[in-house]
């Protein structure tokens, strides 16, 4: 009954809602309630937090693909619209490569591994949805094993996905998590309320091209359009919802509808201060734009040191990670300071040895002052401060004398906090070396500049 109403809702505003029935992965909800659609390993399902999802996947049998059928057919029974979303993005393969059902079906279909498994299941849902007369829409991750004709991609890990779709002749819907994810603070995150993370302003919401130049004209038309996407993990209330919309799915409708050449910020952002208190009058509980904070200060434009543009020498094992390079071995000496997020490649992550250790050259004896550097906590993602920092430093290079020897206790909180970790006094040197070591948690650590005074 309350389909129905959201259907007579979206047919009396010629819109369409497209339903999302999600597999085989963030299957957990399911398996809650029918574990038997698990491979069976033993486990108990219970609905949980976004990041302990990873292992949580229908196992393929028949009995599965009749409950999703049936569960489809119903769907497709209520819902008018000729697109119906299956999911099929982060599908976890650790119970599929324990299960003797899974192992034994794929060497049966000819299988080689788990991950055309996975496209195998997908390609069965998509016959099947095919055969009612319906299209699906799923997550790029369909695209791995190979794309049914009518198969529509929504392209969520960057834009390349609907890139490589729209190429081979298929829809796609840009959604990229870096423009696309509401769910991301939208100012500094210490005056919102707590989020998943992120940090994705109503600029540059704005500032997104979902029709990427290399694009031929003729393939432009494949770009069906934008998704903004608003999971709720951390948004317990309508009110808190919309405040996480409003005003930034008014920036994406007129990327969606705009060629990028009549786009103008200062423009829209006049009439979006101005949308704010019409939908204010209306009832609805927009973000108060006209109080928007905006980055963290000092990320707007590059600062000053003594280590600006000097060699970095990274200590063994203390590599930074590939994923989280930020610009490489000169990031933590650019003068370019992070953001509120650590994924705006501006922040170096540390990970596989637990620390971080780096030699700066400074190239002749100077007199120093201050050294310091920034670190972030976030825990959702597993962020965390360093638990010890050694600050040393030396003439040659070879033989250093400790400047500050810092112990800190990690404290898990739901808060996005930036520290810094730094010493202040006088000193000679040529080479200053940073030290940073992860705590209990593990985790990453997350800096964006070692600066030098
Ligand atoms: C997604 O955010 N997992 C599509
Ligand atoms: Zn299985």
Redesign the pocket.
């Known amino acids: 009954e309350e389909i129905k109403e959201i259907v007579k809702y979206e047919s009396d505003r010629f819109i369409t809602v497209i339903p999302e029935i999600e597999m085989p992965g963030?299957a957990s909800a399911a398996l809650a309630s029918y574990p038997e659609l698990s491979c069976g390993l033993g486990k108990t399902y219970v609905v949980r937090d976004y990041f302990d999802v990873f292992d949580e996947v229908y196992c393929p049998k028949e009995h599965t693909f009749e409950f999703l059928q049936n569960v489809l057919t119903e769907v497709m029974e209520l819902f008018s619209s000729h697109y119906i979303h299956i999911?099929g993005?982060?599908c976890p393969k650790k119970a599929w490569k324990k299960c003797a059902h899974c192992q034994h079906l794929m060497k049966r279909e000819g299988l080689s591994n788990e991950e055309a498994l996975q496209s195998w299941f997908i390609h069965r849902i998509e016959q099947f949805v095919n055969s009612k007369g319906r299209d699906i829409i799923g997550?790029d991750e369909i695209l791995e094993g190979g794309l049914a004709p009518n198969a529509t991609v929504?392209s969520?890990?960057g834009t390349e996905g609907g890139m490589k779709a729209v190429e081979s002749g298929h829809k796609a819907i840009m959604?990229p998590?870096e423009f696309c994810?509401f769910d991301s603070y939208q100012d500094a995150p210490d005056s919102q309320p707590e989020a998943i993370g992120g940090y994705l302003p109503l600029s540059k919401v704005y500032s997104f091209n979902p029709v990427p130049d290399t694009l031929s004209a003729e393939k432009v038309g494949l770009v069906y359009g934008v998704q903004a996407?608003l999971?709720t993990e951390y948004i317990p209330t309508p009110e808190h919802a919309e405040m996480m919309i409003y005003p930034r799915v008014l920036a994406l409708a007129e990327v969606a509808w705009s060629a990028p050449s009549k786009k103008n910020y200062e423009n829209f952002h006049v009439r979006a201060l101005k949308a704010v208190e019409e939908l204010k009058k209306s009832g609805y509980n927009p973000f108060e734009l006209k109080n928007e904070i905006g980055n963290r200060p000092g990320a707007d434009k590059p600062v000053e040191h003594l280590a600006v543009g000097k060699k970095v020498t990274y200590g063994l094992d203390a590599a930074y990670y590939p994923g989280y390079a930020a610009g490489g071995d000169t990031a933590l000496v650019d003068g370019v300071r992070g953001g509120w997020t650590y994924g705006d490649k501006r922040w170096q992550g540390f990970i596989d040895k637990k620390r971080m250790d780096i030699t700066i050259d400074l190239e002749k004896e100077t007199e120093l002052h201050f050294i310091g550097a920034d670190f972030m906590q976030v825990c959702g993602p597993e962020v965390f401060m360093p638990a010890e920092v050694i600050i040393s430093i030396s003439d040659d290079g070879k033989d250093f004398t400790e400047l500050k020897h810092i112990e800190h206790k990690v404290v898990k909180d739901d808060k996005v906090t930036f520290t810094n970790f730094g010493w202040e006094g006088n000193a000679k040197g040529r080479y200053v070396r940073y030290q940073a070591t992860s705590g209990e948690f593990g985790g990453f650590l997350f800096t964006d500049e070692v600066v030098i005074k």
């Open positions: 963030h999911g993005d982060e997550w929504m969520w890990r959604t998590g994810y996407n999971f």
